[in-house]
């Protein structure tokens, strides 16, 4: 699809962000803590207000998820670190917009845009990954108080973060609540290293208490402020995939074409230019569903997360694929660490599995295609 012009001016504006700290992209992207050289870029670049409402510091009157998506696509291809600290702030923050009270969006949201804090979406649990369901954290109204404990595992931010929107258990249903980072009570560890380093952390929950007004939306209605989140969101994790597959894609046809073996370029060797050129057409075909996907997902989340689903298994499975070719087309040079071609072969496999797993998300998909078909 054609892109609006204002869609455009994002694309070119992430761009410029990104070429700006494309030096540094390689020592950041090693980092499990904020790189403090990006995070000021990306809050000078005020790029962050397009995840936040306009009623609260934001840009558009509701959070536009073909806007993240493009910014994603542009960040993605140079930096996974710099696109985490700004698809955080989206994701971390939904809640808040979408259910917290008048008090809590205008003390948060603000700073949410501008950079001023980190958010963070606290969701899994050291046994429990996709199966939400059985998450064993609780929340208990207690007078004019919520009582939290529990654990979380895995939070993106979490090590970072100024504030938790956490999915517990209340009576026979699930709520969600905002826990600031400083709520005695809470406690915060280290994640172990994972193949791609990332923000994360693990949160301890011991009798910490918050205001009750920090509640976000209706009691035990806390897994309709997931899907929210879900419905705009996740389309825009197939944004970041298709980048990063345009990334690995665009270094190994530069070595390509001016490495020389048996006598030619590589890539006029049958297999070689074969490789880039399946990668170059599954990396369009994922851009334009993902595209579609998500200018539905601006103007319906809830009705086309069905689409947003499809698109963030078709973009991150051609992402593997591709970086996968790449590292096989570059030989020993696409092995080298911190190369483009490897952090993005790194970076790709994580994306498979974050915000619902490939295999997840087709038994979703299946159980609905059932239904359509009953």
Not at 7 to 25: G, M, N, P, T, W
Not at 305 to 332: F, P, Y
Not at 337 to 350: F, G, L, M, N
Request: glycine share 8%; net charge negative.
């Amino acid at each position: 699809m054609q892109l609006a012009q204002r869609y455009l001016d994002d694309r070119a504006s992430s761009a410029a962000l990104a070429a700006s700290v494309c030096d540094i992209a390689a020592e950041a992207d090693e980092s499990a803590e904020p790189d403090l050289r990006m995070l000021t870029a990306l809050r000078d670049s005020a790029l962050a207000r397009i995840v936040v409402p306009a009623a609260y510091g934001g840009r558009d009157e509701r959070v536009d998820a073909l806007a993240v998506t493009v910014v994603r696509e542009s960040l993605m291809r140079t930096s996974a670190h710099l696109d985490q600290l700004f698809a955080m702030q989206g994701i971390g923050s939904y809640a808040v917009a979408a259910g917290g009270t008048e008090e809590l969006k205008r003390h948060w949201l603000p700073q949410v845009a501008s950079m001023e804090a980190l958010a963070a979406l606290a969701l899994t649990e050291p046994l429990v990954g996709s199966d939400l369901r059985s998450i064993t954290t609780r929340v208990d109204a207690v007078g004019d108080e919520l009582v939290i404990n529990g654990a979380k595992s895995f939070i993106s931010n979490g090590n970072v973060a100024a504030f938790y929107c956490v999915l517990a258990r209340e009576g026979d249903g699930y709520s969600m609540v905002l826990v600031p980072a400083g709520a005695r009570g809470l406690s915060i560890t280290a994640t172990p290293a994972i193949i791609a380093p990332h923000m994360m952390g693990e949160l301890e929950f011991q009798d910490v208490r918050v205001p009750a007004t920090h509640r976000l939306g209706a009691p035990g209605k806390g897994f309709s402020l997931v899907f929210a989140t879900l419905g705009t969101f996740r389309v825009t994790v197939a944004g970041a995939a298709v980048g990063l597959a345009q990334a690995a894609l665009d270094a190994t046809v530069q070595h390509a074409t001016t490495r020389v073996q048996f006598g030619r370029p590589m890539i006029e060797i049958g297999a070689v230019g074969q490789h880039l050129a399946r990668s170059w057409t599954e990396i369009e075909a994922a851009r334009a569903f993902t595209y579609h996907a998500a200018e539905l997902a601006r103007q319906d989340p809830k009705a086309n997360l069905h689409l947003s689903s499809m698109a963030k298994v078709i973009a991150t499975e051609t992402a593997g694929r591709v970086t996968d070719a790449c590292v096989q087309v570059m030989g020993r040079f696409g092995l080298v660490r911190d190369s483009t071609v490897e952090r993005a072969y790194r970076a790709a496999r994580p994306m498979r599995t974050y915000e619902g797993g490939t295999e997840v998300i087709l038994d979703s998909l299946a159980r609905q295609l059932a239904r359509g078909a009953a």
